[in-house]
């Protein structure tokens, strides 16, 4: 599998704080397709990003270097500590409206976190929530999806340390 880096970064990012060591990956669903996903979170109006977009056939797209803080979290808080955009990367599923998620794109999600895991040795699977967690009441992403997000395999795929 290979990342692939559009042309220009999403607008929607800022520096993290110095001394701010990555703790956390968020996962997210789009309620669009593709097209307005990604449009959306290249759009400045809006706002809102992520590091990666997955798309329904399982292409991973890096709009934010994980260097960089994207603005995907808003409002949330993770084992006590507020502002989660600046210690966490982003990830965004595509389009659950439109039939679940597919098989492509969680294997993609599933190489994809190991390679995270891979650069970020400090990171487990313990490590790795839903924006619903994060944010409760407020979102309901992945976990409130028409097909549950499937976190017990997920996890149990990310604690295995096969392909």
């Not at 969680?106 to 390679?115: G, M």
Request: with cysteine; proline share 6%.
């Amino acid at each position: 599998m290979e990342i692939k880096k559009l042309d220009k970064w999403s607008p929607n990012c800022s520096q993290r704080p110095k001394g701010v060591e990555i703790e956390l990956v968020v996962i997210h669903y789009t309620a669009g397709d593709f097209d307005s996903s990604l449009g959306w979170m290249m759009n400045p109006a809006s706002k809102v990003s992520a590091h990666y977009l997955i798309s329904r056939t399982g292409d991973i797209y890096l709009l934010v270097p994980e260097d960089w803080k994207s603005w995907h979290a808003g409002q949330s808080s993770w084992n006590g500590k507020s502002s989660v955009n600046d210690f966490s990367i982003g990830i965004e599923l595509v389009g659950w409206r439109r039939g679940g998620f597919t098989d492509p794109q969680l294997n993609s999600l599933l190489w994809l976190s190991k390679d995270i895991m891979v650069r970020r040795p400090n990171l487990n699977a313990a490590h790795f929530t839903g924006h619903s967690t994060i944010s409760p009441g407020r979102k309901t992403d992945p976990e409130g999806a028409e097909d549950q997000f499937p976190w017990g395999l997920f996890k149990q795929a990310l604690r295995c340390h096969c392909a």
